[in-house]
């Protein structure tokens, strides 16, 4: 069970990955990267970030590209959050299939 100090450092650091994504994005056209959702350890020094990638296809791709860049997105982060956070927790990412799971149950239920 997540404590509500966990979850407004969860939220705060979707919001800024959102928005470092969002930069990255704009230069290349036809990609969209958004942050699911966040979960931050007990002790505050990890968070895993489940990103949903579109198209779906260049996900394991972009996914690879990102966590070898993990270390300057969590400098970027640390910048947004250098007022509200003292230690920047290290970024684990992941992709989130909720969707593409979503897709798959649907066309069996529609069959």
């Known amino acids: 069970m997540e404590t509500t100090r966990q979850n407004k450092i969860a939220r705060l650091i979707q919001k800024d990955l959102s928005t470092i ?49 993990a270390s300057q997105i969590r400098y970027a982060l640390g910048n947004l959050e250098r007022h509200q956070l003292r230690i920047i927790p290290e970024l684990k990412f992941f992709i989130d299939d909720s969707l593409d799971y979503v897709e798959n149950i649907d066309k069996l239920l529609n069959k």
């Open 21 to 69: 994504f969002q930069q990255q994005t704009r230069q290349t056209r036809g990609i969209l990267i958004s942050v699911s959702v966040v979960r931050v350890s007990p002790d505050l020094s990890v968070a895993k970030a489940y990103l949903s990638i579109f198209p779906s296809e260049k996900a394991q791709e972009l996914l690879e590209n990102i966590n070898a860049q």
